[in-house]
């Protein structure tokens, strides 16, 4: 009797906790989607994953397999919400799980898979998509990327800094944070997406501060944590052409400081004129 009034309590207690989050959601756009999985444990790491504050609310029922997406369709979408969750291993008919991320789920949460997710996981894949197509995607994606503007108007920083050029690297520098802004989740590649997800929220403050000053030196300050995770995505970006992880080490009070460049000569945006080529090539991303 007491398990019986315990588990009612908790069930409700849940479904007040769903009432309440789903509240606070502006904007709020309502779906149902499948997403494959087995158990309780399952439904936990699906909505961990998909749980935004204020933005998404995903309520997984392991029985039917069916999820219910509540989002602000201003700031999040449907493929959003299923990418986070096929990051963490678990299908839908939209978005597979990387393979080895499904390998490394608890085993009764190792659900049956769609015949599709034998093939090489990708991060879109629609039924009745052909290997064929798949492939021709992936070309697609890599001669259509949609982080060139980002990569293009870093550099674009990247020059004015070099120039000291205080009022044009905040100009660039607006002009880059618009572009981050721009970039649409759901465009990316499942490994890059990751890395955005990761790094997206610091582009935005650095780009941010370096628009917000003409103060080079304030601005040389943040160009140093936004070249770091503008290596971070542009590692796995598959950019057509090389790019050139410089360093130099009298930047940062001496403790060294590194930034992207398209050319392989050394320009030091830290320094200008006064080190023009004060630095080295450490790497060449390909």
Same mark, same amino acid.
């Given at each position: 009797?007491?398990?019986?009034?315990?588990?009612?309590?908790?069930?409700?207690?849940? $479904?007040? &906790?769903?009432?309440? *989050?789903?509240?606070?959601? /502006?904007? @709020?756009?309502?779906? =149902?989607?499948?997403?494959?999985?087995?158990?309780?444990?399952?439904?936990?790491?699906?909505?961990?994953?998909?749980?935004?504050?204020?933005?998404?609310?995903?309520?997984?029922?392991?029985?039917?397999?069916?999820a219910t997406l509540?989002?602000?369709?201003?700031?999040?979408?449907?493929?959003?919400?299923?990418?986070?969750?096929?990051?963490v291993g678990y299908?839908?008919?939209?978005?597979?799980?990387?393979?080895?991320?499904?390998?490394?789920?608890?085993?009764?949460?190792?659900?049956?898979?769609?015949?599709?997710?034998?093939?090489?996981?990708?991060?879109?894949?629609?039924?009745?998509?052909?290997?064929?197509?798949?492939?021709?995607?992936?070309?697609?994606?890599?001669?259509?990327?949609? $982080?060139? &503007?980002?990569?293009? *108007?870093?550099?674009?920083? /990247?020059? @004015?800094?070099?120039? =000291?050029?205080?009022?044009?690297?905040?100009?660039?520098?607006?002009?880059?944070?618009?572009?981050?802004?721009?970039?649409?989740?759901?465009?990316?590649?499942?490994?890059?997406?990751?890395?955005?997800?990761?790094?997206?929220?610091?582009?935005?403050?650095?780009?941010?501060?370096?628009?917000?000053?003409?103060?080079?030196?304030?601005?040389?300050?943040?160009?140093?944590?936004?070249?770091?995770?503008?290596?971070?995505?542009?590692?796995?970006?598959?950019?057509?052409?090389?790019?050139?992880?410089?360093?130099?080490?009298?930047?940062?009070?001496?403790?060294?400081?590194?930034?992207?460049?398209?050319?392989?000569?050394i320009k030091n945006?830290?320094?200008?004129?006064?080190?023009?080529?004060?630095?080295? &090539?450490?790497?060449?991303?390909?």
């Amino acid at each position: 009797m007491k398990n019986s009034i315990s588990k009612i309590g908790l069930a409700i207690t849940m $479904l007040l &906790t769903i009432t309440f *989050t789903s509240a606070q959601i /502006k904007n @709020a756009k309502t779906e =149902t989607v499948k997403i494959y999985g087995n158990c309780g444990m399952c439904k936990t790491t699906i909505e961990k994953a998909a749980n935004l504050k204020n933005i998404a609310a995903v309520d997984w029922n392991k029985d039917t397999k069916m999820a219910t997406l509540k989002y602000d369709a201003t700031k999040t979408n449907q493929d959003e919400i299923l990418k986070r969750v096929a990051l963490v291993g678990y299908d839908s008919d939209k978005f597979l799980a990387p393979n080895d991320v499904y390998a490394n789920l608890h085993g009764c949460c190792q659900y049956d898979r769609s015949p599709l997710a034998s093939n090489e996981s990708t991060p879109a894949i629609n039924e009745g998509t052909t290997s064929t197509e798949m492939e021709d995607n992936k070309t697609m994606s890599k001669e259509n990327n949609v $982080l060139n &503007t980002v990569f293009d *108007t870093y550099f674009e920083v /990247k020059e @004015a800094l070099v120039q =000291t050029d205080g009022v044009e690297a905040s100009k660039k520098s607006a002009t880059l944070l618009t572009a981050i802004n721009a970039v649409k989740m759901d465009q990316l590649e499942m490994d890059v997406h990751m890395v955005w997800m990761e790094v997206t929220k610091e582009l935005k403050e650095d780009a941010e501060h370096i628009a917000d000053t003409k103060d080079v030196t304030h601005q040389r300050d943040h160009f140093m944590t936004l070249s770091k995770n503008m290596y971070d995505l542009i590692k796995v970006s598959k950019d057509a052409t090389p790019t050139y992880y410089q360093f130099c080490p009298m930047a940062n009070k001496g403790k060294g400081a590194n930034w992207l460049s398209k050319d392989s000569s050394i320009k030091n945006p830290y320094y200008g004129a006064q080190m023009l080529s004060c630095g080295k &090539t450490v790497e060449t991303i390909k």
